[in-house]
Each structure stands twice: as C-alpha cells, then as structure tokens.
Antibody, heavy 126, light 109 residues
Framework: EVQLVESGGGLVQPGGSQRLSCAASGFTFSNYLMSWVRQAPGKGLEWVANIKQDGSEKYYVDSVKGRFTISRDNAKNSLYLQMNSLRVEDTAVYYC???????????????????WGQGTTVTVSS | QSALTQPPSASGSPGQSVTISCTGTSSDVGGYNYVSWYQQHPGKAPKLMIYEVSKRPSGVPDRFSGSKSGNTASLTVSGLQAEDEADYYCSSYAGSNRIFGTGTKVTVL
C-alpha cells in the first residue's frame, strides 16, 4: 500500500524549533519530488516547500524562507522539515505529499499531489 | 505568491450540478495547463480529483470535470451526491512553486 506517515508535531514556544518527519512506503521514494503543505486551523491549504528527487533543488514559500529547511534521506525513505524561529502563524496541520510528474508523449507532465499523509499538528504558542 | 481566488461557498441539490471557479494570473493558472483540484472532507487529508486541468485520476467518478479559460479554471460536479459535500481547492503549478486556491465549501442541500 502506498503510504505517507508524518510525525514530530507538538506544542512549541514562539522562537522555538521543531523537526517534522514523513515516512514513505509502498513506492520508490527516490523517484519522486516531495512537498510539504500546511493548513492553519479553519483555513485553506498552503504549499510550504518541495524538494527534488536527489535533494539537489529545494523551493519554499516566501513566508518560511530562511526559517524552514526541507530535506530527505532516500536510503531511509524519509522526508523532513526543520522549522526554526517558529511564529504563532506557523500553527497548522502539516502534510507531506508526493508531488508527481509522469512521462507521456515525449515530455514530462505534472500530475499533482497524488499521495498525502494524515498530517501532523504543530502548535506555536506561549 | 498570492492564493488563487475561489468563491467561499457553493451549493446544489442532489442530482444538480455545481461549478467552482479558480482565478489566478498569467504566471500560474494562465501560464500552464497544470491546474489540479483537491477534495477535502473534514478532518481528512486532501484527495486529488483533477489534474492537468481536465484529467481524472483512476477511481475518480466522471461526475467531476475540469476546464480552463485564460487565467480562470473551473471544476464542475454533476449529479451531486451527499458524499460530494466537502471543501474543494484548486492548485496551479507555478514553476518551482505550487499555489493553492482559497477553497470552496460545497454544500449538498
């Protein structure tokens, strides 16, 4: 079964740090670009960051640049999000998602985020 | 990196159709044929319903369809069923980034 399982959420004080993990199973993790997406309480989805298959390229939403770092360990089939200098507005459910491309008719095409974890909750509060 | 604009709510009776719009810019929705739509039930993870503007992943009912004109994409749910009541989010590829819509709550009356 294709599956993503996040962990590492919890309560953290403003200015603190937290590291989220996402364990992948049921597919060849190293073949896929991966993303983190968050959802603040009662709010919509917000893409946070993504990382290429070999970890060579990483991209972030402006609001987390310089504070969050996405990484992966293909040998452990795991994705990570290191969050530093946390703010109250970072409070959210954090999802990891498989950000899939597929090859068709001699070109790569974007499929979308086709596999999601159940999410892990990060609460930033004093 | 502003969110794509969706109406906050939409509704319809069972069997009817509802259409949700998603407006972006020429840098995202208008610039690529990579609009996706996600369904999210309360307390659950999002589920991919449409990719590449109008294509359905395996297992998604053909009651769900997508289209795009210029900087605006649309999702239509035909033959509404009770289980279609959920939040729906559009998303666009935007180069290295991804942008989600503001979300639309669909209510089945």
């Amino acid at each position: 079964e294709v599956q993503l399982v996040e962990s590492g959420g919890g309560l953290v004080q403003p200015g603190g740090s937290q590291r989220l993990s996402c364990a992948a199973s049921g597919f060849t993790f190293s073949n896929y670009l991966m993303s983190w997406v968050r959802q603040a309480p009662g709010k919509g989805l917000e893409w946070v960051a993504n990382i290429k298959q070999d970890g060579s390229e990483k991209y972030y939403v402006d609001s987390v640049k310089g504070r969050f770092t996405i990484s992966r360990d293909n040998a452990k089939n795991s994705l990570y999000l290191q969050m530093n200098s946390l703010r109250v507005e970072d409070t959210a459910v954090y999802y990891c998602a498989r950000d899939r491309w597929y090859y068709y008719d001699n070109s790569w095409r974007y499929y979308g985020m086709d596999v999601w974890g159940q999410g892990t909750t990060v609460t930033v509060s004093s | 990196q502003s969110a794509l604009t969706q109406p906050p709510s939409a509704s319809g009776s069972p069997g009817q159709s509802v259409t949700i719009s998603c407006t972006g810019t020429s840098s995202d929705v208008g610039g690529y044929n990579y609009v996706s739509w996600y369904q999210q039930h309360p307390g659950k993870a999002p589920k991919l319903m449409i990719y590449e503007v109008s294509k359905r992943p395996s297992g998604v009912p053909d009651r769900f369809s997508g289209s795009k004109s210029g900087n605006t994409a649309s999702l239509t749910v035909s033959g509404l069923q009770a289980e279609d009541e959920a939040d729906y989010y559009c998303s666009s590829y935007a180069g290295s980034n991804r942008i989600f819509g503001t979300g639309t709550k669909v209510t089945v009356l």
